[in-house]
């Protein structure tokens, strides 16, 4: 069976869904995620910031905003009276959650379920839509079998277990229609798999029923060399490895969410991105195969603190360093790139939520430098330190302030990090000097 995940856009209009509709009807059974519908995560995210500051107004004239706009949809969607009646009583008791929000005390799980709404109306809509289109399918309550750990890992074999369950109970359906993003949390409430997490469901859903292959259908046909946001003229990619495409979603390559590729690597499940609105567009495809050597895409990840450490008597002391990185376990706090000299390292994080208590833990033993706003640029590509044009990167270093490079930590891999604010001019030189798409 394969798992066919489609992203807000995809299921942001009437004619997007008509789309999906005509790309799943194939007559083999599959599983199917969906996101919201686009623009609602992020409309949530408003409601939920503006009840947390006590602005009850206007996260009231955002949920009837979003429940009219909800409203037209169905209606153009559902030309069924029955189904149509239906769905818009799901909707308003969805909104009327929503509305129930604004009055109770604020907390994380008022957010994550102020959240999950969006997933919650677009798979009843969506599924309204095959019903009525006389389609097979049984809508599958993602709160039913998705599920996260303590530290945020979907909890594999429960995983496995529940969705086996209810598969096995929806037996005769032959398309299943399911929430992307949302899931349970250890303690069995409502949370998340982080924004984006859609792609991440499809993906562990894969892994949990070994599936033939996970789809991934977007807005876009496929896998940039570059991100199509801010440099003119990428190119899609049409094959990638495991290796490679995990890097590049892991570093910023927003069209897959970053843990994307994790679950299906072990079983080497393909997976493939595809353009819901050009559906004959080859996509890119993405396995356990190596296809040629050198450069092949790069990708920017924001919002990067990098944090220096100085200390007089740094690599004669043994042990310094793995006291600092004992501090980063203390604090949970992963790192991304790390560079070292006599007297000092530099290492970067991209979670600064215990950024002052490492900072104070680090100051027992040395001197600290804090660069906030800081874009790591990652280069990837198989055996990418070995290719002879990859010396066309430190042509770059007469144009763009850079505050660390990182070359030979794996042979896929060259970062580069610099100010968020050079960040689209160094993505389009990179562009310019290593693909010679664009001339500046
Ligand atoms: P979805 O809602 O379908 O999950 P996303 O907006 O999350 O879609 O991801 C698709 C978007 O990712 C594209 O429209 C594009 O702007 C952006 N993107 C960023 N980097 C890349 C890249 N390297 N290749 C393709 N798309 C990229
Ligand atoms: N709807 C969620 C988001 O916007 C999850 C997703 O689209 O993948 O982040
Ligand atoms: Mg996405």
Same mark, same amino acid.
Request: overall charge negative; aromatic content about 6%.
């Given at each position: 069976?394969?798992? =066919?995940?489609?992203?807000?856009?995809?299921?942001?209009?009437?004619? $997007?869904?008509?789309?999906?509709? $005509?790309?799943?009807?194939?007559?083999?059974?599959?599983?199917?995620?969906?996101?919201?519908?686009?623009?609602?995560?992020?409309? !949530?995210?408003?409601?939920? $910031?503006?009840?947390?500051? %006590?602005?009850?107004?206007?996260?009231?004239?955002?949920?009837?905003?979003?429940?009219?706009?909800?409203? !037209?949809?169905?209606?153009?969607?559902?030309?069924?009276?029955?189904? #149509?009646?239906?769905?818009? @009583?799901?909707?308003?008791?969805?909104?009327?959650?929503?509305?129930?929000? /604004?009055?109770?005390?604020?907390?994380?799980?008022?957010?994550?379920?102020? =959240?999950?709404?969006?997933?919650?109306?677009?798979?009843?809509?969506?599924?309204?839509?095959?019903?009525?289109?006389?389609? #097979?399918?049984?809508?599958?309550?993602?709160?039913?079998?998705?599920?996260?750990?303590?530290?945020?890992?979907?909890?594999?074999?429960?995983?496995?277990?529940?969705?086996?369950?209810?598969?096995?109970?929806?037996? &005769?359906?032959?398309?299943?229609? /399911?929430?992307? *993003?949302?899931?349970?949390?250890?303690?069995?409430?409502?949370?998340?798999?982080?924004?984006?997490?859609?792609?991440? /469901?499809?993906?562990?859903?894969?892994?949990?029923?070994?599936?033939?292959?996970?789809?991934?259908? +977007?807005?876009?046909?496929?896998?940039?060399? $570059?991100?199509?946001?801010?440099?003119?003229? +990428?190119?899609?990619?049409?094959? !990638? %490895?495991?290796?490679?495409?995990?890097? =590049?979603?892991?570093?910023?390559?927003?069209?897959?969410?970053?843990? +994307?590729?994790?679950?299906?690597?072990?079983?080497?499940?393909?997976?493939?991105?595809? #353009?819901?609105?050009?559906?004959?567009?080859?996509? @890119?495809?993405? +396995?356990?195969?190596?296809?040629? &050597?050198?450069?092949?895409?790069?990708?920017?990840?924001?919002?990067? &603190?990098?944090?220096?450490?100085?200390?007089?008597?740094?690599?004669?002391?043994?042990? *310094?360093?793995?006291?600092?990185?004992?501090? *980063?376990?203390?604090?949970?706090? %992963?790192?991304?790139?790390?560079?070292?000299?006599?007297?000092?390292?530099?290492?970067?994080?991209?979670?600064?939520?215990?950024?002052?208590?490492?900072?104070?833990?680090?100051?027992?033993?040395?001197?600290?430098?804090?660069?906030?706003?800081?874009?790591?640029?990652?280069?990837?590509?198989?055996?990418?330190?070995?290719?002879?044009? @990859?010396?066309? =990167?430190?042509?770059?270093?007469?144009?763009?302030?850079?505050?660390?490079?990182?070359?030979?930590?794996?042979?896929?891999?060259?970062?580069?990090?610099?100010? /968020?604010?050079?960040?689209?001019? &160094?993505?389009?030189?990179?562009?310019?000097?290593?693909?010679?798409?664009?001339?500046?």
């Amino acid at each position: 069976m394969k798992v =066919l995940k489609f992203g807000g856009t995809s299921v942001g209009s009437v004619e $997007n869904m008509t789309n999906v509709k $005509n790309i799943i009807n194939d007559g083999n059974k599959k599983i199917v995620v969906l996101s919201a519908m686009s623009g609602t995560t992020n409309s !949530l995210v408003d409601i939920a $910031n503006n009840i947390k500051v %006590s602005n009850t107004d206007k996260a009231l004239q955002d949920i009837n905003a979003l429940h009219e706009k909800y409203i !037209l949809v169905i209606d153009a969607l559902l030309s069924d009276a029955t189904l #149509n009646g239906l769905t818009k @009583t799901y909707v308003a008791e969805r909104f009327n959650f929503l509305i129930e929000c /604004t009055y109770k005390s604020f907390s994380q799980l008022i957010e994550n379920e102020i =959240l999950a709404q969006g997933e919650l109306m677009s798979t009843f809509m969506f599924n309204s839509f095959l019903q009525q289109e006389g389609i #097979n399918s049984c809508l599958l309550s993602a709160l039913d079998f998705m599920k996260i750990d303590a530290h945020k890992e979907p909890s594999f074999n429960y995983i496995q277990n529940n969705l086996q369950t209810v598969l096995s109970e929806a037996d &005769t359906a032959e398309i299943y229609i /399911t929430q992307g *993003f949302i899931c349970l949390d250890d303690t069995g409430e409502v949370s998340n798999l982080q924004r984006g997490g859609s792609d991440y /469901t499809a993906t562990i859903i894969g892994a949990a029923i070994k599936a033939e292959e996970v789809q991934i259908w +977007t807005d876009i046909d496929g896998m940039h060399n $570059n991100d199509p946001r801010f440099v003119e003229g +990428t190119k899609p990619i049409s094959d !990638l %490895s495991f290796d490679e495409a995990a890097e =590049l979603a892991y570093f910023g390559a927003k069209i897959l969410h970053p843990q +994307t590729i994790l679950p299906v690597r072990k079983d080497g499940i393909p997976v493939r991105l595809k #353009n819901t609105m050009d559906p004959i567009a080859k996509g @890119t495809s993405i +396995t356990g195969n190596h296809v040629e &050597t050198g450069i092949k895409a790069i990708a920017a990840k924001d919002n990067i &603190t990098a944090i220096k450490i100085k200390s007089g008597r740094m690599l004669q002391a043994h042990g *310094f360093l793995k006291k600092v990185f004992e501090i *980063f376990e203390t604090y949970e706090t %992963s790192i991304d790139m790390i560079t070292t000299s006599e007297v000092a390292v530099s290492l970067t994080i991209d979670d600064d939520r215990n950024l002052e208590q490492i900072v104070s833990e680090l100051e027992k033993f040395s001197n600290i430098e804090i660069d906030t706003n800081q874009s790591i640029i990652c280069l990837v590509g198989h055996a990418i330190v070995d290719h002879e044009g @990859t010396h066309k =990167l430190f042509k770059i270093l007469k144009d763009v302030n850079i505050r660390m490079i990182s070359y030979g930590g794996s042979r896929n891999n060259i970062s580069l990090l610099v100010d /968020t604010e050079n960040k689209i001019k &160094t993505l389009q030189k990179l562009n310019g000097y290593l693909f010679e798409l664009v001339t500046l």
